[in-house]
């Protein structure tokens, strides 16, 4: 499942192309995906300006002339293709492994000046929803979501105030996006690492008894947002290696410090200790019970 760094390097990649541009075609190669496509939905796009294309959380979102947003979700597989000028881009290729076969082509879009955007979805969990751009706030989708990550609201203090007597440990907190928004698996453990952070600790331990902040939830903030910053700049990560729209191999995934690490040494200089796995709310965790408290 892509997380913020691989959402975010899409948007990046589709941005330039798209913004500004007026669809032109819409085709719409089935009835769903996740769930079922809104009504007339090739009929509301066609004509459109896509005014601005931007990221909340996971969600990517086409603001449309007319007045609403186009909300994508890339679900588990689901990869945006840019055909221009004779040339295909795929940005944010994370999943490269399994494949771009044109039988999961399920939405063509082909804007002004001719480029076209192709979203392949073989699992299809993905999907695509409309929206008045007023109303989008208080959607269920959005309504509920916590800060962004990389916006000026996250704080160790808001940190401290979400975690006041909060007995859940640090790794569930953290993966709340009701708390911090996008956040998910790989980049909370690698951001408890930096941080020097047990996922198992309760997240009460960001807060002393007066609710401040406490020295840890100082750490944290930084390690979280150093870890997708990087994690970015490196076009995201992936389990298995790929390559990406411009023939470069690599990503994120070749600089985790724990994720997927168990029982490897700890890359901490003097540390040594053996990285662990543990579950939580049925998602894996990794860490370094020496350095990490």
């Known amino acids: 499942m892509p997380e913020l760094p691989e959402v975010e390097t899409v948007r990046r990649g589709l941005e330039p192309v ?31 300006r896509i005014v601005g294309l931007e990221r909340r959380a996971k969600y ?3 603001a449309l002339s007319g007045g609403e947003d186009l909300v994508m979700h890339l679900g ?63 959607h269920p989708l959005f309504r509920g979501l916590g800060v962004e990550p990389l916006g000026p609201e996250l704080t160790a203090d808001y940190l401290a105030a979400r975690a006041r007597g909060k007995k859940a440990n640090l790794k569930s907190f953290l993966m709340d996006q009701r708390v911090v928004a996008g956040l998910g698996n790989i980049y909370v453990a690698e951001a408890l690492f930096r941080a020097g952070l047990s996922p198992n600790r309760a997240a009460r ?11 840890r939830a100082r750490k944290l903030v930084p390690a979280i947002q150093g870890v997708l910053e990087q994690a970015i700049a490196a076009r995201g990560s992936t389990l298995r290696d790929y390559r990406d729209a411009s023939g470069a191999s690599g990503g994120f995934q070749n600089s985790f410090a724990v994720y997927d690490r168990a029982g490897e040494t700890c ?19 990794f860490y370094c019970p020496r350095c990490q408290r």
């Open 18 to 48: 798209v913004a500004g541009r007026r669809i032109a075609a819409a085709e719409i190669r089935r009835p769903d995906l996740r769930f079922p496509f809104p009504e007339r939905f090739a009929e509301r796009l066609v004509g459109q």
């Open 267 to 285: 890359r901490r200089a003097g540390c040594g200790g053996e990285i662990r796995r543990v579950v939580h709310a049925g998602r894996a965790s």
């Open 76 to 138: 588990m597989t689901g990869r945006f293709t840019i055909l221009e000028k004779g040339r295909a881009d795929t940005p944010g290729d994370y999943a490269n492994s399994v494949g771009a076969d044109p039988v999961h082509d399920h939405v063509m879009l082909t804007l002004s000046g001719g480029a076209r955007i192709v979203y392949n979805d073989p699992r299809r969990f993905g999907f695509m929803v409309m929206m008045p751009h007023a109303e989008r706030s208080a």
């Open 205 to 215: 331990a960001l807060a002393d008894r007066r609710g401040e902040a406490t020295e």
């Open 60 to 62: 990517l979102i086409a």
